[in-house]
């Protein structure tokens, strides 16, 4: 019988998917959990997949290239989708796509299963990157073509004797790893609603955080965290324990409304301690080490990056080409950021950088200054030149009130109410 490779989580849709493949495809499923950090009992996602049907079950542990590769280039890169999305599940997919190409040569599979439904975005990073690695295998995703509800998928698996963590009382679906969970469904999909305590696991609500705030020391080198506080530290302790200290002063949570590949909103709650540390204070090192004009082009990178990272796009060679640049903007980008942490914020509070364009003899007002003043009043004829002459030249009849009124904003006060009225 052929094998199909099924990425397997030990979740609702994967447990289900291994039983329905076997129905629906005849085929063996070589269930393979790739492990990122935060998984759980590996061993009993192993045991359930192979009570469950599955022929070979596997576990890899990548949390060490999912860093290297995948997490710290996109912090350097400062990838943030729409500002807000340290973008943890969207850069594990392309990782684990590679890990079930690698599993499927092995095993001789002709295809690759994944649970991912067809209006998220996760079915596109997996088929996308599974076909930029290996065009010839076959992609079956269960959930997309069954089309059940969550509520059908919970009765399948209560019928089939299928172990699953959901129950429709508690009908959250949710995403780990080292870099941020995320979670949706359930209440969390009326917009207008509060998330409920119980939808995170990660940070403390901010309300009863510590009253006195903690301070971390994060030193860089090239844009990539190395040391804590003083302590040198590989990627996976340090962000382990920035998820701790930082989850629990309740520093992030977020909860957004994003705009997802596949033309649709979603509501997302996302908890993600160490990355919006560490963002912020890479962000901040930045800042010291990059000039103005860096800055502002790095910031266009940053919204390409996030959004190809987003769209499943990381092994498109335009990614290769901006993680070039992303890479050497990075060559000095190595110092020391201490972050403040209280109440659910997270803050810069104090900054140092060997290679720092901030020059402090350039920038006080006090003893030490060595500004050329004087210097100041030909730049400022010379870039004010361009105004004063279209002053001259075309504005000699306007009136200072005339440009404030082109650029107010007409108000309901002053041209009555928008709403649609009967004046008959």
Not at 3 to 29: C, F, H, M
Not at 162 to 188: C, F, K, M, Q
Not at 395 to 416: I, K, N, T
């Amino acid at each position: 019988m052929n094998k199909v490779v099924l990425a397997y989580s030990g979740g609702l849709d994967t447990s289900v998917a291994i039983r329905w493949i076997n129905e629906q495809y005849n085929l063996d499923v070589v269930a393979v959990t790739v492990e990122l950090g935060n998984q759980g009992d590996l061993e009993a996602i192993r045991d359930k997949a192979l009570r469950t049907g599955a022929i070979k079950a596997f576990f890899e542990n990548a949390k060490s290239d999912f860093i290297r590769y995948f997490v710290f280039p996109s912090l350097q890169a400062g990838a943030m989708y729409e500002e807000r999305y340290p973008l943890a599940t969207a850069l594990a997919r392309p990782l684990i796509a590679k890990v079930l190409v690698d599993h499927a040569r092995r095993e001789g599979a002709t295809a690759i299963a994944h649970g991912c439904t067809g209006k998220g975005n996760d079915q596109v990073r997996f088929d996308v990157s599974i076909a930029a690695l290996a065009p010839d295998l076959q992609i079956i995703a269960p959930v997309r073509e069954w089309q059940m509800t969550r509520e059908e998928e919970i009765r399948y698996a209560q019928q089939h004797d299928i172990p699953v963590p959901v129950t429709l009382d508690s009908p959250y679906s949710t995403d780990e790893n080292l870099w941020g969970r995320s979670i949706e469904a359930g209440i969390l999909e009326d917009a207008w609603a509060e998330p409920p305590e119980d939808a995170y696991a990660w940070t403390m609500n901010p309300r009863h955080a510590p009253d006195e705030p903690s301070y971390v020391e994060i030193e860089f080198e090239r844009g990539a965290p190395v040391s804590l506080d003083g302590e040198v530290l590989d990627g996976e302790a340090l962000i382990n324990r920035l998820n701790d200290v930082a989850g629990s002063h309740g520093v992030g949570r977020i909860d957004h409304i994003e705009n997802r590949l596949v033309g649709i909103k979603s509501r997302e709650i996302y908890e993600c301690p160490a990355a919006v540390v560490l963002h912020t204070a890479h962000a901040e090192l930045e800042k010291m080490t990059l000039s103005k004009d860096q800055m502002r082009f790095k910031q266009l990178i940053s919204r390409e990056m996030a959004d190809l990272i987003y769209n499943g796009l990381w092994f498109s060679a335009l990614t290769q080409d901006l993680m070039a640049y992303v890479s050497s903007s990075q060559r000095y980008v190595s110092g020391t950021v201490r972050m403040r942490l209280f109440k659910g914020v997270c803050m810069a509070v104090g900054r140092r950088a060997e290679r720092s364009l901030y020059n402090p003899a350039l920038a006080t007002y006090g003893e030490g200054d060595v500004f050329d003043h004087k210097a100041a009043v030909g730049f400022i004829r010379l870039w004010g030149l361009p105004l004063e002459n279209q002053a001259r030249t075309q504005w000699l009849d306007r009136s200072p009130d005339d440009f404030l009124r082109l650029s107010a904003p007409e108000s309901r006060a002053e041209h009555g109410s928008t709403s649609l009225r009967n004046d008959g």
